[in-house]
């Protein structure tokens, strides 16, 4: 009888040295890893196992640079040759909230249980880890921010070393992370996109939710394919684990008694971002509330049933994506707004509990709670079709002026091919000119965003100079320009205030100064004149207003600023 305690003994000494366990091993689920233990954790395991290698990349807010995890059973860490070999790659991102680090200690595990062979990782799944994103917040380490939280005992904190939130910032690229995560994602161009995250909201039975990628940003062929087939294999593959999984509840926004809709996540998270690459992108989010063992286990056996779905649906899979990547080459109109569709939907099982109300010790006044003596299942109504609202025609080119660098650099951290003017060019565009707009009066991620944006439209020779960006609309990127460039779009860079300095006039006049001119400008332009008395004739109240009538005539006059209000980047037709 001693010999196999023995050997029972010895065989988890070795497995413990040989496999490494992860901080929460050790701390039975109670506690996450710090950044620090994390990446030297992987670090150490390279060392040891060759199917794993660990690439410096680009600089974080946080002074200290992005790794990046290559695992592949094959020894193999170049995404070129993984396409080649028609594998499936899967980006992994964790910490991206560092106080939500359920994903960071589950990636720890599963690389290991790989290159240990407690499960093998199939021959057509390459898989990449970024094991902490943010990070300056998972340096900013506390056990109190995540008020709503049930475990881990410490952890990072939402914003970065400039306190933003990082799944704010895809388009905008305000942080160092961003831009590095840029360069990684094309770089490995994933077929999968996985962000690990944990909820917050209302209570209920469910352990993890599960945000898609909108089906119809992916287009008819790759989205109906996620839509019809690949997703429901994950809800399959969790269920077989004992995780009933369901989309994300945004209880903020649902009225349960009219049903959900889907998250609908534009192009500055990290899912909308992904999207216009005709990436798969994924947000699973545990539930705050359940158990950090719990939690970090179910976003474990979401990671081995994606890549079980993966490897079974690969060729397909990929099939589809380079269809979707072909079809956005030849694709003449593009949308800038979706609205969900309300005519289609399915019903999904829902498990929460009854709402109820007791005094609180707080406030001494009423409170409402979730009771737990109370389950139930119910079936809402789920809408998970959107319509596109607004369709523009691809031009055949963007021209960018040089001097909007800013711009310019974002797009080639994506990807994007530009060339410039050898010489100085009159070329005829299509301008816009800004008519209305509003912006948001508190800040948003350093920004006060611009929205309800109309623009008029006109065919006009513009002087163009030399090293002006000529960015032509046949290359894979066309999705991601038109929305980028485009200013009614929801996150366009005229969005984010890229172009601000458009919307100041800088130039004026003296009333005293100006009547005279305005008269000399009057006599040489009857057309004025007949535009001037039409409007006075509409506008009393105008006709009596001296000021009014000036400005009139100034805005209308070659006098007038013309890089007031005009959107700087023009379309060729």
């Given at each position: 009888m001693k010999q196999p305690v023995l050997f029972i003994s010895f065989s988890l000494s070795f497995i413990v040295s040989f496999a490494q366990q992860t901080t929460f091993e050790k701390t039975n689920g109670t506690q996450t890893a710090t950044y620090f233990e994390a990446v030297n954790w992987y670090k150490d395991l390279a060392k040891q196992h060759p199917e794993i290698a660990v690439k410096t990349m680009g600089p974080t807010d946080a002074g200290y640079p992005l790794n990046l995890v290559l695992v592949s059973a094959d020894k193999t860490f170049d995404p070129k040759t993984?396409?080649?070999q028609n594998k499936v790659i899967i980006l992994i991102n964790n910490g991206i909230h560092p106080g939500e680090p359920d994903g960071i200690d589950a990636s720890m595990m599963l690389v290991r249980d790989i290159v240990s062979k407690k499960i093998t990782l199939p021959k057509n799944v390459a898989l990449a880890f970024i094991p902490v994103?943010?990070?300056?917040?998972?340096?900013?380490?506390?056990?109190y921010t995540r008020a709503n939280q049930n475990g881990p005992e410490a952890y990072g904190f939402r914003g970065n070393a400039q306190n933003l939130d990082l799944n704010r910032d895809f388009t905008k690229n305000d942080s160092k992370e961003a831009r590095s995560f840029a360069q990684i994602f094309h770089f490995l161009d994933p077929d999968i996109l996985?962000?690990?995250?944990?909820?917050?909201?209302?209570?209920?039975?469910?352990?993890?939710?599960?945000?898609?990628?909108?089906?119809?940003?992916?287009?008819?062929?790759?989205?109906?394919?996620?839509?019809?087939?690949f997703e429901p294999a994950i809800y399959a593959g969790m269920a077989k684990?004992?995780?009933?999984?369901?989309?994300?509840?945004?209880?903020?926004?649902?009225d349960f008694s009219k049903g959900m809709k889907m998250f609908y996540d534009p192009p500055r998270y990290y899912s909308g971002y992904a999207a216009l690459f005709n990436t798969l992108s994924f947000m699973p989010e545990t539930h705050m509330l359940k158990p950090y063992k719990d939690?970090?286990?179910?976003?474990?056996?979401?990671?081995?049933t994606f890549i079980?779905?993966?490897?079974?649906?690969?060729?397909?899979?990929l099939q589809k994506r380079a269809a979707a990547k072909a079809a956005v080459l030849q694709q003449a109109q593009f949308p800038l707004k979706w609205i969900p569709d309300t005519s289609s939907l399915k019903f999904i099982t829902f498990k929460g509990y009854q709402r109820d109300s007791t005094l609180s010790e707080a406030t001494g006044l009423q409170k409402m709670f979730y009771d737990h003596r109370k389950p139930f299942t119910a079936q809402l109504k789920y809408f998970d079709t959107y319509q596109s609202a607004v369709l523009i025609k691809k031009p055949t080119a963007y021209i960018i002026p040089q001097g909007w660098y800013e711009v310019v650099d974002i797009l080639k951290l994506n990807g994007v091919v530009?060339?410039?003017?050898?010489?100085?060019?009159?070329?005829?565009?299509?301008g816009y000119l800004i008519d209305n707009y509003k912006s948001m009066t508190t800040a948003y991620e350093k920004h006060h965003r611009n929205y309800n944006v109309q623009v008029t439209a006109s065919q006009k020779p513009v002087n163009f100079l030399k090293g002006d960006y000529i960015v032509e609309l046949n290359q894979p990127a066309n999705r991601y320009l038109v929305e980028m460039l485009e200013p009614t779009a929801d996150d366009s860079f005229f969005a984010w205030n890229f172009f601000d300095g458009i919307l100041q006039q800088k130039e004026g006049y003296s009333d005293y100064r100006w009547e005279d001119i305005a008269a000399e400008v009057l006599k040489k332009d009857p057309a004025l004149q007949q535009k001037l008395a039409e409007k006075k004739a509409a506008d009393p109240a105008f006709a009596q207003n001296s000021r009014a009538i000036l400005d009139f005539?100034?805005?209308?006059?070659?006098?007038?600023?013309?890089?007031?209000?005009?959107?700087?980047?023009?379309?060729?037709?």
């Amino acid at each position: 009888m001693k010999q196999p305690v023995l050997f029972i003994s010895f065989s988890l000494s070795f497995i413990v040295s040989f496999a490494q366990q992860t901080t929460f091993e050790k701390t039975n689920g109670t506690q996450t890893a710090t950044y620090f233990e994390a990446v030297n954790w992987y670090k150490d395991l390279a060392k040891q196992h060759p199917e794993i290698a660990v690439k410096t990349m680009g600089p974080t807010d946080a002074g200290y640079p992005l790794n990046l995890v290559l695992v592949s059973a094959d020894k193999t860490f170049d995404p070129k040759t993984w396409r080649k070999q028609n594998k499936v790659i899967i980006l992994i991102n964790n910490g991206i909230h560092p106080g939500e680090p359920d994903g960071i200690d589950a990636s720890m595990m599963l690389v290991r249980d790989i290159v240990s062979k407690k499960i093998t990782l199939p021959k057509n799944v390459a898989l990449a880890f970024i094991p902490v994103y943010n990070i300056g917040g998972a340096l900013n380490r506390n056990s109190y921010t995540r008020a709503n939280q049930n475990g881990p005992e410490a952890y990072g904190f939402r914003g970065n070393a400039q306190n933003l939130d990082l799944n704010r910032d895809f388009t905008k690229n305000d942080s160092k992370e961003a831009r590095s995560f840029a360069q990684i994602f094309h770089f490995l161009d994933p077929d999968i996109l996985i962000d690990n995250h944990v909820s917050d909201g209302a209570d209920y039975q469910h352990t993890m939710t599960l945000i898609s990628t909108q089906y119809e940003k992916l287009g008819p062929v790759l989205g109906s394919w996620l839509k019809e087939t690949f997703e429901p294999a994950i809800y399959a593959g969790m269920a077989k684990k004992n995780w009933e999984l369901i989309p994300y509840v945004d209880f903020e926004t649902t009225d349960f008694s009219k049903g959900m809709k889907m998250f609908y996540d534009p192009p500055r998270y990290y899912s909308g971002y992904a999207a216009l690459f005709n990436t798969l992108s994924f947000m699973p989010e545990t539930h705050m509330l359940k158990p950090y063992k719990d939690r970090v286990r179910s976003t474990y056996d979401l990671m081995i049933t994606f890549i079980e779905t993966a490897s079974a649906n690969a060729q397909a899979l990929l099939q589809k994506r380079a269809a979707a990547k072909a079809a956005v080459l030849q694709q003449a109109q593009f949308p800038l707004k979706w609205i969900p569709d309300t005519s289609s939907l399915k019903f999904i099982t829902f498990k929460g509990y009854q709402r109820d109300s007791t005094l609180s010790e707080a406030t001494g006044l009423q409170k409402m709670f979730y009771d737990h003596r109370k389950p139930f299942t119910a079936q809402l109504k789920y809408f998970d079709t959107y319509q596109s609202a607004v369709l523009i025609k691809k031009p055949t080119a963007y021209i960018i002026p040089q001097g909007w660098y800013e711009v310019v650099d974002i797009l080639k951290l994506n990807g994007v091919v530009l060339h410039q003017l050898t010489k100085d060019s009159i070329i005829t565009v299509t301008g816009y000119l800004i008519d209305n707009y509003k912006s948001m009066t508190t800040a948003y991620e350093k920004h006060h965003r611009n929205y309800n944006v109309q623009v008029t439209a006109s065919q006009k020779p513009v002087n163009f100079l030399k090293g002006d960006y000529i960015v032509e609309l046949n290359q894979p990127a066309n999705r991601y320009l038109v929305e980028m460039l485009e200013p009614t779009a929801d996150d366009s860079f005229f969005a984010w205030n890229f172009f601000d300095g458009i919307l100041q006039q800088k130039e004026g006049y003296s009333d005293y100064r100006w009547e005279d001119i305005a008269a000399e400008v009057l006599k040489k332009d009857p057309a004025l004149q007949q535009k001037l008395a039409e409007k006075k004739a509409a506008d009393p109240a105008f006709a009596q207003n001296s000021r009014a009538i000036l400005d009139f005539i100034y805005k209308n006059s070659p006098y007038f600023e013309k890089a007031y209000l005009q959107y700087p980047v023009y379309r060729m037709e």
